[in-house]
């Protein structure tokens, strides 16, 4: 019988990035963290490791992964994740002539 208490990958269709913010892990390497972490909501560390995006590890303790809505509900639940937000793309509004000196 499967275990439906852990969310299996879904659909990439339905999945965003996202940055994971951790508390900094104590006894472990911050990535082998962010693989558990992941790896923990998503069901398998395969699945964890192609979901994984970036390792953050010095100005800030986390990792980006795609992740459907249900995921990042899990996610949030997890011992040591802090937050769970959406990655934003954001646009300058400069370009030749625009900039002021």
Known sequence: MADDS?????????????????ETPKNEEPEAFHLHTL??????EDAAKEALLYSYKHA??????????????EMSK???VLQVVP?????LHSGPGKLHV
């Open 6 to 22: 852990v969310p299996q990958q879904s659909s990439t269709s339905q999945a965003a990035v996202h940055i994971i913010y951790t």
């Open 39 to 44: 790896s923990s909501v998503l069901g398998s």
């Open 60 to 73: 800030a303790n986390g990792f980006s992964a795609k992740l459907t809505p249900e995921q990042v509900s």
């Open 78 to 80: 997890q011992p040591g």
């Open 87 to 91: 990655s934003k793309t954001l646009q």
